[in-house]
């Protein structure tokens, strides 16, 4: 079983950039996806971005052209650089590794762009 941890969230103003990473405990190219999530208080989790084992990646409309997905197989590591942020990207974001009917997740970081 993997295991994912998440770094980078913090609080920054709006338009700023933060990059966070998931640093999983073993190779990360076997899984099919992997990927953020997000949640905000009293809302669903909600995807923001994949990238999959051959490295195409998908975005929710919410982010396209703002957020950037990638991932480094040497360092098992994935990463999501976020650009322009806005108040309503506050959220806890978690990273996910899909494989066939398996799902793991990360604890979660969060990420604080206040009005």
Not at 32 to 59: D, H
Not at 77 to 83: G, R
Not at 90 to 112: E, F, K, P, R
Request: net charge neutral; with cysteine.
């Amino acid at each position: 079983q993997v295991q994912l941890v998440e770094s980078g969230g913090g609080l920054v103003q709006a338009g700023e950039s933060l990059r966070l990473s998931c640093a999983a405990s073993g190779s990360i190219i076997g899984y099919n996806n992997m990927g953020w999530y997000r949640q905000a208080p009293g809302k669903q989790r909600e995807l923001v971005a994949t990238i999959s084992r051959l490295a195409f990646t998908n975005y929710a409309d919410s982010v396209k052209g703002r957020f950037t997905i990638s991932r480094d197989i040497v360092k098992n590591t994935v990463y999501l650089q976020m650009n322009s942020l806005k108040p309503e990207d506050t959220a806890v974001y978690l990273c996910n590794a899909h494989d066939s009917n398996l799902d793991y997740w990360g604890q979660g970081t969060q990420v604080t762009s206040p009005q």
